[in-house]
């Protein structure tokens, strides 16, 4: 089972960006998942999440700038940011499992999104 990120890049701020997490199964299988970044210095958070209803949360820190979706025919889950500042630079993380916990496999490298001018 692997979820792999892709998508990352440098971004202008004020920019957009889509990351992409794709499942090796079926992603209807993987329950709830879970966009996740790490800044330079911080913890891993977690930023939006997404169910098979589609039930969706966000952090605070990016609710109304960033929409998470699925498209289960494809396995993928999306992450799309809008309005991004130097504070969002950071490495991106997709995972799965329960809604209060969706990180139930083991992690992937990640995505690198810089946000800077």
């Known amino acids: 089972v692997q979820l792999q990120v892709f998508g990352g890049g440098l971004v202008q701020p004020g920019g957009s960006r889509r990351l992409a997490c794709a499942a090796s199964?079926?992603?209807?299988?993987?329950?709830?998942v879970g966009w996740y970044r790490q800044a330079p210095g911080k913890q891993r958070e977690l930023i939006a999440r997404?169910?098979?209803?589609?039930?969706?949360d966000y952090a605070d820190s990016v609710k109304g700038r960033f929409t998470i979706s699925r498209d289960n025919a494809k396995n993928t889950v999306y992450l799309q940011m809008y309005m991004l500042k130097p504070d969002d630079t950071a490495v991106y993380y997709c995972?799965?499992?329960?809604?209060?916990?969706?990180?139930?496999?083991?992690w992937g490298q990640g995505t690198l999104v810089t946000v800077s001018s």
């Open positions: 995972n799965a499992g329960r809604w209060s916990d969706p990180a139930t496999y083991n």
């Open positions: 199964g079926s992603i209807f299988n993987f329950g709830t």
């Open positions: 997404i169910t098979n209803g589609p039930r969706t």
